[in-house]
């Protein structure tokens, strides 16, 4: 790709996000976020003021995009700013990824185009939120990753290795991912590890380390070694509060009473009284409170399992756009747009198996199993696509594998119907 075209679909993808800025834009830029910026922005002030990771926002959220606000100056038109030109460059660099799995240009332009003007990706990237960062900086590990598995390159691994902690630092999913990363590596040149071994060392090293620095720095501040409790506060009461009041049919607020109160009595908290609101207090969870919160959690998937079972399609629905909050033209036909997108998907899926395509097949659907995976099995509500949001890359790459192979097919058939040029209008020869 030239950085001509790099450039071009940079504008055109930074064009349409601030169109959708001004469109949605209201003083208090409440379009732009979902909640969680109100701690993002306490973190940032806490960093202007102390100038220290030491507030108990920093055992949840990860600290890069809190001192992103900071350096921003807690100014949501900034920060807006920041996430619009960020979020547009996933488009071109998106077609960057997909020019290093397949050779057909129109796949890298087609994914390009379709990043620029995808829905999902021009939500959160103009947001109040890590996503445009997170997103941006897992795409580009993912494309240094490619350069180093085929290179066998320790620069290109460090550099996949730092960018994808950079995205972990940035939203704590991604902080695991490496490992899936790693052993995809070394199994596809596992004949050939003399070559590779030092891009895999390199790679695994820089990402371990950035896991266990943040996690030690858990550990000597708070007493707690995680790199994010975020998880087992989320499993309580974003997927075993769904089961539960599923299965007692009691009002949520009743559900998250009883909830807290179990986790109150497991880790012998002297809290009096509990009510709905208590569960907040679990957020930034010591490790006996992840204990309590990871049993509580455990005994409700236990005692319902049939339930559980059903929310994992209703988690699903909703990380994919399938489930709409409200029945509005706008939202009924986004879940249109998000049906074609999986079908698509899922047709190119079956293109790649047949094409023997199996770096570009394992590129797209690694991601998206981990982060589908680990997103189900914390959370059945309380979610929507920003969940899916570092996938759109993936889903529409593989997009775009469908539909190239239907218009080639489109292509032969027309030539096969239509006579050669030369026939339609030749003469006869005259005679003698």
Same mark, same amino acid.
């Given at each position: 790709?030239?950085?001509?075209?790099?450039?071009?679909?940079?504008?055109?993808?930074?064009?349409?996000?601030?169109?959708?800025?001004?469109?949605?834009?209201?003083?208090?830029?409440?379009?732009?976020?979902?909640?969680?910026?109100?701690?993002? &922005?306490?973190?940032?002030?806490?960093? +202007?003021?102390?100038?220290?990771?030491?507030?108990?926002?920093?055992l949840v959220r990860p600290p890069l995009y809190? #001192?992103?606000?900071?350096?921003?100056?807690?100014?949501?038109?900034?920060?807006?700013?920041?996430?619009?030109?960020?979020?547009?460059?996933?488009?071109?660099?998106?077609?960057?990824?997909?020019?290093?799995?397949?050779?057909?240009?129109r796949l890298a332009l087609g994914t390009g185009?379709?990043?620029?003007? /995808?829905?999902?990706?021009?939500?959160? *990237?103009?947001?109040?939120?890590?996503?445009?960062?997170?997103? #941006?900086?897992?795409?580009?590990?993912?494309?240094?990753?490619?350069?180093?598995?085929?290179?066998?390159?320790?620069?290109?691994?460090?550099?996949?290795?730092?960018?994808?902690?950079?995205?972990? %630092?940035?939203?704590?999913?991604? %902080? !695991?991912?490496?490992?899936?990363?790693?052993?995809?590596?070394?199994?596809?040149?596992?004949?050939?590890?003399?070559?590779?071994?030092?891009?895999?060392?390199?790679?695994?090293?820089?990402?371990?380390?950035?896991?266990?620095?943040?996690?030690?720095?858990?550990?000597?501040?708070?007493?707690?070694?995680?790199?994010?409790?975020?998880?087992?506060?989320?499993?309580?009461?974003? &997927?075993?509060?769904?089961?539960?009041?599923?299965? *007692?049919?009691?009002?949520?607020?009743?559900?998250?009473?009883?909830?807290? &109160?179990? =986790? =109150? /009595?497991?880790? /012998? !908290?002297?809290?009096?009284?509990?009510?709905?609101?208590?569960?907040?207090q679990f957020l930034a969870a010591p490790p006996?409170?992840?204990?309590?919160?990871?049993?509580?959690?455990?005994?409700?998937?236990?005692?319902?399992?049939?339930?559980?079972?059903?929310?994992?399609?209703?988690?699903?629905?909703?990380? %994919?756009?399938?489930?709409?909050?409200?029945?509005?033209?706008?939202?009924?036909?986004?879940?249109?747009?998000?049906? !074609?997108?999986?079908?698509?998907?899922?047709?190119?899926?079956?293109?790649?198996?047949?094409?023997?395509?199996?770096?570009?097949?394992?590129?797209?659907?690694?991601?998206?199993?981990?982060?589908?995976?680990?997103?189900?099995?914390?959370? *059945?509500?309380?979610?929507?696509?920003?969940?899916?949001?570092?996938?759109?890359?993936?889903?529409?790459?593989?997009?775009?594998?469908?539909?190239?192979?239907?218009?080639?097919?489109?292509?032969?058939?027309? &030539?096969? +119907?239509?006579?050669?040029?030369?026939?339609?209008?030749?003469?006869?020869?005259?005679?003698?």
């Amino acid at each position: 790709m030239t950085p001509r075209v790099f450039f071009l679909l940079w504008l055109f993808a930074l064009a349409v996000r601030s169109i959708y800025a001004l469109v949605n834009y209201s003083p208090g830029f409440t379009a732009f976020e979902s909640g969680d910026y109100a701690l993002y &922005r306490i973190g940032a002030e806490h960093l +202007m003021q102390d100038g220290s990771f030491t507030n108990s926002l920093f055992l949840v959220r990860p600290p890069l995009y809190p #001192l992103w606000v900071a350096l921003m100056e807690a100014d949501p038109l900034r920060i807006l700013i920041s996430g619009i030109v960020a979020g547009a460059l996933i488009a071109p660099c998106g077609a960057v990824f997909v020019r290093l799995l397949h050779p057909d240009p129109r796949l890298a332009l087609g994914t390009g185009f379709l990043l620029a003007i /995808d829905p999902t990706g021009i939500q959160f *990237s103009a947001f109040l939120g890590p996503e445009p960062f997170a997103n #941006l900086f897992l795409l580009l590990a993912l494309t240094a990753l490619l350069r180093a598995m085929r290179d066998g390159s320790a620069a290109w691994g460090a550099a996949a290795g730092a960018l994808l902690m950079l995205s972990a %630092y940035t939203r704590p999913s991604t %902080y !695991l991912f490496w490992i899936p990363l790693a052993l995809w590596w070394g199994i596809r040149h596992r004949g050939a590890l003399f070559t590779h071994w030092r891009g895999i060392a390199v790679f695994v090293g820089v990402c371990a380390a950035g896991v266990a620095a943040w996690t030690l720095h858990n550990q000597v501040v708070f007493a707690t070694p995680s790199f994010s409790t975020v998880a087992p506060y989320t499993m309580v009461y974003y &997927r075993a509060a769904s089961v539960e009041r599923i299965a *007692s049919g009691q009002p949520i607020e009743a559900v998250y009473i009883a909830l807290s &109160r179990r =986790v =109150v /009595d497991y880790a /012998d !908290l002297d809290i009096d009284p509990v009510d709905a609101g208590t569960r907040h207090q679990f957020l930034a969870a010591p490790p006996p409170v992840q204990a309590a919160l990871n049993r509580v959690a455990l005994e409700i998937f236990a005692a319902h399992p049939l339930i559980t079972l059903a929310t994992f399609p209703v988690g699903f629905a909703r990380m %994919y756009g399938l489930f709409p909050d409200t029945f509005t033209p706008l939202s009924l036909s986004l879940i249109g747009v998000n049906a !074609l997108l999986l079908i698509g998907a899922g047709m190119g899926t079956i293109i790649a198996l047949r094409q023997r395509r199996w770096t570009l097949l394992i590129a797209a659907l690694l991601p998206i199993a981990y982060y589908t995976a680990g997103t189900l099995i914390v959370k *059945s509500a309380g979610m929507d696509t920003r969940e899916r949001s570092m996938l759109e890359p993936m889903l529409i790459l593989l997009w775009m594998l469908a539909f190239v192979a239907w218009a080639d097919r489109q292509a032969a058939r027309r &030539r096969k +119907m239509s006579p050669p040029a030369d026939s339609a209008t030749a003469r006869p020869a005259p005679p003698g």
